[in-house]
Structures are given as C-alpha cells and as structure tokens.
C-alpha cells in the first residue's frame, strides 16, 4: 500500500495543538513537506521542531486568526509566493461555543461561518491550480460527526459543520476528474483541549464532577473510551495518501462507534 507522502507539500491548518497538530506530525513522518497554519507562531515554531524530517524535508509555519478571513487569505498569499504548489490541505480550525440554537444570535452563525466555510473555500481556491498542475490533491476538512447526526446544545456548530459537509461533497463532485479528492474527517469524542471544554460544561449544567461527566459520555461509545488524535491523525493521513486515491466525497467518522446513524 502507498502511503508516500515524499515531495509532497503540506498545509495543515489549526496546526499548533490536539488534532492539527497530530496530523502534522503524521504526515511528516509519511515524508510530507509540512506548513503549519494556526494563531500562535511561538506554538508553530516548537510543533516545527518535533516533526520528523529525513533529512530533505522542508518545513514551514505561518500565522493568522482564522476569525479573520481577510488576513488568513493574506497569509496563504505570501506562503505561496514561497512554495508555489500545495498537494495536501487539512482544512481545521477551532469549533464555536456551546449552546443552544434557539437562543444563538445572528452574529454567531456568520463568525463561525467564516471561521470554517469561507476560510475552507478560500484557502481551497487558492490551492487547487496547484493541486491540477501536480495531477494530485487532497483536501481534507476536519469537521464534525454532527453532520450525521445532530450534537445536544451545539446549536451553531451543528447548523456551519453541515455547510462546510455539503460545500465539500460539491467540490468533490467538481474536482473529481483533475485526481483531486475531497473528504471530511469526523472526530466524535477525542482526548483534545476542546473536548475538555465540553466536559466541563456539561458538568456544570449537570452539577456534577468532571469526573463523572467523562464516565457518562464514555457509557455511550461503544469502545468505552475517549479516542486518541494520533488514532484521528491516522485516518486523515491515509486519505491524504495515493492509497486512497479513489475514495472521495465522503464523511468518514472516527468516533469509537459513538455515532448511532449508518
């Protein structure tokens, strides 16, 4: 099975922690160019220093608030002015806060749909004739398993994750026939920065310990347990390989089975 990634160039966005980060450092160990992409260029730089390099890898790190598209579109512009051609995008950033949708204002859904769709789709468009020149491309957008099947009280998030799903089977349909693949990755409940903000939430609007929140949520995953990002990291890094060449426009869950829908 090809899972070589060498002379192939990077991009992975959401980069300097839990999954993003897991991601990058797979992929550098297939032999990847890597460029990480996140807000902290001090986290960057020290993720940089543990990836693997063998000796002819050209790592990178660039930096901006992905709550502004304008200066994310600036900063992929001026790494491009560097490294002309992108073979892999890991699109991923960030999900928005807890709570319901009912009580969510206007203003939360257009931040996080600029957060995840507008950014996705423009980074996109600004690496595809790369991706067509090279007659390979991956894109590749972590999202979320409520695309499947809703999330209690993460009213905004469920209503963005099911555009970015929709907009990413569009382009797959549409990029299909340049060897370009478009697919998403959902997480379910992964030992991350974000899922500890989510347990610790429902704990309080329990009134219970964290320690039993965690319990609760692992009763309901049939491998009872929180996954790993290496684990995450792995099957992102198989579809961004030429194995899975042929796999595309698909919402491939990583969820320990949690996800009750087929």
């Given at each position: 099975?090809?899972?070589?990634?060498q002379n192939k160039?990077a991009l992975v966005?959401?980069?300097?922690q839990?999954?993003?980060k897991?991601?990058?450092?797979q992929?550098?160990?297939?032999?990847?160019?890597?460029?990480?992409?996140?807000r902290?260029?001090?986290?960057?730089?020290?993720?940089?220093?543990?990836?693997?390099?063998?000796?002819?890898?050209?790592?990178?790190?660039?930096?901006?608030?992905?709550?502004d598209?304008a200066?994310?579109?600036?900063?992929v512009d001026?790494?491009?002015k560097v490294v002309?051609?992108?073979?892999?995008l890991?699109?991923?950033t960030?999900?928005?806060a807890p709570?319901?949708?009912?009580?969510?204002?206007?203003?939360?859904?257009?931040?996080?749909f600029?957060?995840?769709?507008i950014?996705?789709?423009?980074?996109?468009?600004?690496?595809?004739?790369?991706?067509k020149a090279?007659?390979?491309?991956r894109?590749?957008?972590?999202i979320?398993?409520?695309?499947?099947?809703?999330?209690?009280?993460?009213?905004?998030?469920?209503t963005?994750?099911g555009?970015?799903?929709?907009?990413a089977?569009?382009?797959?349909?549409e990029?299909?026939?340049?060897n370009i693949?478009?697919?998403?990755?959902?997480?379910?409940?992964?030992?991350?920065v974000?899922?500890?903000a989510?347990?610790?939430?429902?704990?309080?609007?329990?009134g219970?310990?964290i320690?039993?929140?965690?319990?609760?949520?692992k009763?309901i995953?049939p491998?009872?347990?929180?996954?790993?990002?290496?684990?995450?990291?792995?099957?992102v890094a198989?579809?961004?390989?030429?194995?899975a060449?042929?796999?595309?426009?698909v919402?491939?869950?990583?969820?320990?089975?949690?996800?009750s829908?087929l």
């Amino acid at each position: 099975m090809n899972l070589d990634l060498q002379n192939k160039n990077a991009l992975v966005c959401g980069s300097s922690q839990g999954m993003g980060k897991a991601i990058a450092v797979q992929l550098a160990k297939m032999g990847a160019n890597v460029t990480l992409f996140a807000r902290n260029l001090e986290k960057l730089n020290e993720v940089k220093a543990e990836l693997a390099n063998n000796g002819t890898q050209q790592h990178s790190a660039i930096c901006a608030d992905f709550s502004d598209t304008a200066a994310v579109a600036g900063a992929v512009d001026e790494q491009l002015k560097v490294v002309s051609e992108y073979h892999i995008l890991i699109n991923n950033t960030g999900g928005p806060a807890p709570g319901p949708a009912n009580s969510a204002e206007n203003e939360q859904f257009l931040a996080a749909f600029n957060q995840h769709l507008i950014n996705n789709h423009q980074i996109s468009q600004k690496l595809i004739s790369g991706m067509k020149a090279a007659g390979f491309g991956r894109i590749i957008n972590v999202i979320s398993t409520s695309v499947k099947q809703p999330l209690p009280n993460l009213g905004v998030s469920n209503t963005v994750r099911g555009a970015v799903a929709s907009w990413a089977k569009t382009m797959a349909n549409e990029l299909g026939q340049f060897n370009i693949t478009v697919n998403n990755v959902l997480p379910g409940a992964t030992n991350t920065v974000r899922l500890e903000a989510i347990i610790k939430n429902k704990a309080a609007k329990k009134g219970v310990s964290i320690e039993a929140m965690e319990e609760e949520e692992k009763s309901i995953i049939p491998m009872r347990r929180f996954g790993e990002a290496e684990e995450f990291a792995n099957a992102v890094a198989f579809l961004a390989s030429p194995a899975a060449g042929y796999i595309t426009g698909v919402s491939l869950p990583v969820d320990g089975g949690r996800t009750s829908c087929l």
